[in-house]
C-alpha cells in the first residue's frame, strides 16, 4: 500500500505545487502589465510558469501510473495475469509475471517476471521527457533572472 500512498501524496503535492506556482506567476505579470514588465519579472515569471508546467505534467503521469498501480492491486476475479503488464508485455510475459511497482524516477509502474526480468507498462512516452524538459527550462530561466538582476542588486548594495 505504500506505492499507492506516494502515488497520492505526487498528486496533491503536484497540484499545490502547481496552483501556488501558477499564482504567482501570472499575478507577477499581471501586477506590473506584460508589456511594462521588466526582463527580470518576466524571466521570473516564466520559470514559475514552466515549472507549473513541469508538476501539471509530472501530476499528469502520476494519475496514469496510480491508475495501473490500482489495476494491480484489485485481486477480484480476472486479476491475474495483471491486466497492466498484459497489455505491456503481451500475454507471454504477462503469465511469468510475479509482481509491479512504482518508480517514482523516471515516473512508471515496473513489472517483475519470475525469471528476473523488468520491464515497464504503458504509461505515454511523453510524460517523462516532458516533464524533465519543463522542470530544467524553469531552473535555467530562473537562474538567468538571477543573472539579470545582479547589477541592480550591486548598485542597490552601493547605494545603500
Known sequence: MGDGLVLLLILVV???????????????????????????TRLRSGAALAGAAAAIMYTWGSL?????YMEVEDSGTGSSPIRPCLAAGGPEKA?????????????????????GESYPTGMPGYINPTAAFLALSSVLLAVGAGYASEPETREQGRSG
Open 64 to 68: 496514469h501510473v496510480l491508475s495501473d
Open 14 to 40: 503536484g497540484a499545490v505545487t502547481a496552483f501556488g506556482l501558477c499564482g504567482y506567476g501570472f499575478s507577477t505579470l499581471s501586477a506590473h502589465g506584460v508589456r511594462r514588465a521588466d526582463r527580470v
Open 95 to 115: 503469465a511469468v509475471t510475479m509482481s509491479a511497482d512504482v518508480q517514482v524516477i523516471p515516473l512508471r509502474l515496473v513489472c517483475h517476471t519470475k525469471t
